[in-house]
């Protein structure tokens, strides 16, 4: 594998904000994927971060440094539904997508 | 438009028996990828299909895996002699090239070996 490493498990009230962090080995980078997962469910695509710096896309914005194997995943406003796990995925230059074990995210009111 | 399906959703067998689960991806997507996840844990990379290319087996566990596609259609992943550590989801996802573009999930197959 690529040694991607995220949290297990987080908790956060509705309305705050969450920053979910991942590390990856740097070999064969060609970029870094966010998807989420709700429980019973397939996963789907969140972001996709390939250079340095801060991808925004409406409550989600992606983070990415290269050089320090280093991403991180920040959800605004949290609502319940956003109550789900968030798989951080390294993508490879041999067209292989390396996933994280997922950080389990708990929203509560 | 369709989304990826696969099929069945379900599907209970007893150890030793030969499953085979099929995979119908997102016309004209070139790159179909199959996945497996265990209760609680990340998605495991099994094979990757690149259009005609030769398909990329690394992730197979062992050799009682296979997978075939045809063409850029459909694919079919077997799992032969089933062992109790084959229980899983097993998820495919397809995209319109290999070169990071996203993935789209089908609804996956929950394996059960009794």
């Known amino acids: 594998g690529q040694n991607i490493d995220q949290p297990t498990e987080m908790t956060a009230t509705e309305g705050a904000i969450v920053q979910i962090n991942c590390t990856y080995q740097t070999s064969g980078f060609n970029g870094l994927f966010w998807y989420q997962q709700h429980a019973g469910e397939a996963p789907t695509f969140l972001s996709y971060n390939v250079l340095d710096g801060l991808e925004e896309k409406g409550r989600f914005s992606s983070f990415l440094s290269r050089s320090k194997g280093y991403s991180y995943l920040l959800l605004k406003e949290l609502q319940m539904k956003d109550s789900a796990s968030y798989l951080c995925a390294h993508y490879t230059d041999f067209n292989k997508f390396y996933f994280g074990s997922g950080t389990k995210l708990n929203v509560k009111p | 438009g369709a989304g990826v399906s696969q099929s069945p959703s379900n599907k209970v067998t007893e150890k030793g028996k030969d499953v085979e689960l099929r995979c119908d991806p997102i016309s004209g997507h070139t790159a179909l990828y199959w996945y497996r996840q265990r209760l609680g844990q990340g998605l495991e990379f099994l094979i990757y299909?690149?259009?005609?290319?030769?398909?990329?087996k690394s992730g197979l566990p062992s050799d009682r895996f296979s997978a075939e596609r045809t063409g850029e259609s459909v694919s079919t992943l077997t799992i032969q002699r089933t062992q109790q550590e084959d229980s899983a989801v097993y998820l495919c996802?397809?995209?319109?090239?290999?070169?990071?573009?996203?993935?789209?999930f089908g609804p996956g197959t929950r394996l059960t070996v009794l």
């Open positions: 299909f690149q259009g005609n290319s030769a398909p990329d």
């Open positions: 996802a397809s995209s319109t090239s290999g070169s990071g573009f996203e993935q789209f």
